[in-house]
């Protein structure tokens, strides 16, 4: 299936309508399913597993050892998130997104940012917050805080 080819700011638009900033550097995900979103067999029994045997392992103590057979199945079907985020970003037509760098955190002062390509547009997209230690990353809204960058190498002399 090819896709059309999007510019950043329908990219961006297409972000606004369906996510929030702070799924960004997760990779962009969704907070609800995107209207008319039906999920493939695979992933709709994928979240059906996982939903079962968590609760299975909820009704049976929670407990958490590697030899209990209630937590080896919950482990074991964990929740389908990266199948679910590349459904997600092909129902909305933004295809391969690729997560490429991020900077800030803990020891790095208030300054936070993240990149994301857009392989299938080649459109790059910097999101810009700020982090604080007892809170974590905050954003603006989208249209506030989401720029289109290019990659460029720069040299950089260095005296040792």
């Not at 297409?14 to 550097?25: A, K, M, Q, R, Y």
Request: aromatic residues 16%; charged residues 35%; negative net charge.
């Amino acid at each position: 299936m090819e896709l059309k080819k999007l510019t950043a700011k329908e990219i961006i638009d297409i972000l606004i309508e369906n996510t929030d900033p702070s799924n960004f550097d997760e990779g962009i995900c969704c907070i609800t399913d995107p209207e008319g979103f039906v999920p493939s067999e695979e992933l709709a029994e994928k979240i059906k597993l996982n939903k079962k045997y968590y609760k299975e392992w909820e009704d049976n103590g929670r407990s958490w050892d590697d030899d209990d057979k209630h937590y080896i199945n919950k482990e074991a079907h964990r929740y389908p998130f990266e199948l679910q985020k590349k459904e997600y970003h092909n129902f909305l037509g933004l295809g391969n997104v690729e997560f490429v760098d991020r900077y800030g955190g803990a020891d790095c002062g208030s300054e936070y940012w993240a990149i994301q390509y857009f392989k299938d547009h080649d459109i790059y997209l910097k999101v810009e917050g700020w982090y604080q230690s007892h809170y974590g990353v905050d954003y603006d809204s989208f249209e506030d805080c989401v720029t289109e960058v290019k990659p460029k190498t720069k040299t950089v002399t260095v005296y040792e």
